[in-house]
Every structure is written in C-alpha cells, then in structure tokens.
C-alpha cells in the first residue's frame, strides 16, 4: 500500500503514520524527520535545511525530492510506504508521480487529517519529542511519566524550535498558501480521503483504517 499522509503542521501525522506502520508493516517515510536527522548529525545538506526548518519555512524541493527518491528506493519500502510531510508543494507531488510511473507504481490513496487551528496551536505548542530515541509526546494529551523525560529511554524531552509561537504561526501560513492547494490537485485524480482529525489519537486512527477498508 502506498500513502501519503496529508495535513497541516501538527494534525497528528507523524502520530497516525507510526499507528499504520504497525498494522500494515509498512514504513513510515517522514521528510520532517529525515531532515532533523540530518542536521542532528551535522551534515551538509541538514545544516544547509535547519534555515528553513527553523523560521517555518519549507526546505527547497529539490532537496526533498531527492531525500524521497532515495528512501522510496530502499529495500523495506519495495511493498510500500506511507509518506508523511511530503508532498508538501505542487513540483514535489509532480516529482512523485514522474518518479511512481517510471517505477510502474501509483499511490493508492491521499489520506487529509483536518482540524481546526486552534486545536492544532494546542497540539504544537504541547508537543515535546525525545531527541534520542524520537519518541513524541503532548504534556496534556499524552503526558510521559515523569515530566520532561522519555518513559522510553530516559533522556531528557526537548521542545522542537519550529514549535514555538512565531514559528507555528508561519507554518500555518506556508501550509495555507504552499501545501494546502495540493487537495484539489489529489482530488481531481481521485485520491483525495479527507477525514476527521479531532477527537482522541485512537478515534482518529480508527476513522483512518475504516476509510483504507477497501484497499
Ligand atoms: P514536519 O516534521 O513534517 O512537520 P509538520 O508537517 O509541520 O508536522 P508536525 O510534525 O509538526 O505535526 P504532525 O502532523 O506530524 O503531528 P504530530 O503527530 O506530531 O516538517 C518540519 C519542517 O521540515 C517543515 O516546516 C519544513 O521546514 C521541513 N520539511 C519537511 N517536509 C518537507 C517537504 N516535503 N518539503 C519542504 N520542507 C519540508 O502531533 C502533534 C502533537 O499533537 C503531538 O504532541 C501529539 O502527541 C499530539 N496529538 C496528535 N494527535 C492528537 C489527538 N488526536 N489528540 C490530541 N493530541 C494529539
């Protein structure tokens, strides 16, 4: 199964995408996490992305569509993937299908996560990710045992910069003006499975898998 995962800054997408790796055993390919990989281990190009990451706004395409061209190419996506955070602008989704026919594919379905912004500030601005093992949590909505340290493995959580107030409210407008024009693009190709993104992380999960049953 071939997905991608869309929706705006903090509707729950790295959340559901770890939920279906589980229960399609497919991976999850985040362009968001590949990008804080690399600029966690200080190459070139992930040095080169936190300029962008960091005030909110999207890293160049080309940059992107190389990073999915190469992960699509690995030996655990051969049966499928879920993307999430990417496409993310109209050249990135027109790479993918270049990229999907070439290799005789095609995605089965573009799966839209939407909530309100107000609840997306909340679930940003809660956020707090561990920076060692990648664990996420929300102080609120799912809090660790003990606060600020990973119940996985103990390091200490740390808030994202591109959670903090300025930042979220230009991602919201990147989302708005770059990727939100990408709905009507997947909805004229019959892809399009909008659905409801508020409510519990389980509530959400399970409208997902109802709207994949017929895959
Ligand atoms: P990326 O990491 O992809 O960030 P994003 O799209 O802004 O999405 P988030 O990770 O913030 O949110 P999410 O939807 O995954 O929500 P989550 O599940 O964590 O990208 C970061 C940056 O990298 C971009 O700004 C850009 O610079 C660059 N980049 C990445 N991809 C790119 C691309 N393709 N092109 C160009 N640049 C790119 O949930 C959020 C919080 O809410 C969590 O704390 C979670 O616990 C909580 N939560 C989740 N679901 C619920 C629920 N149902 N109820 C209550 N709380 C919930």
Known sequence: MRLVLFGPPGAGKGTQAQRLVEKFGIPQISTGEILRKAKADGTPMGTEAARYMSTGDLVPDEVVVGIVEERIQEDDAQKGYILDGYPRTLPQAEALDAMLERRGESLDAVVSIEVPTEALVERLSGRRSCPSCQAGYHMEFDPPEEADICDKCGAALIQREDDKPDAIRHRMTTF????????????????????????????????????????
Do not use: N
């Open 176 to 215: 708005h003006d770059q990727t939100a024009p990408l709905m009507a693009y997947y909805q004229e190709r019959g892809l399009l499975r909008p659905g409801d993104g508020e409510g519990s992380m389980d509530e959400v999960f399970g409208r997902i898998t109802a709207s994949l049953e017929d895959l």
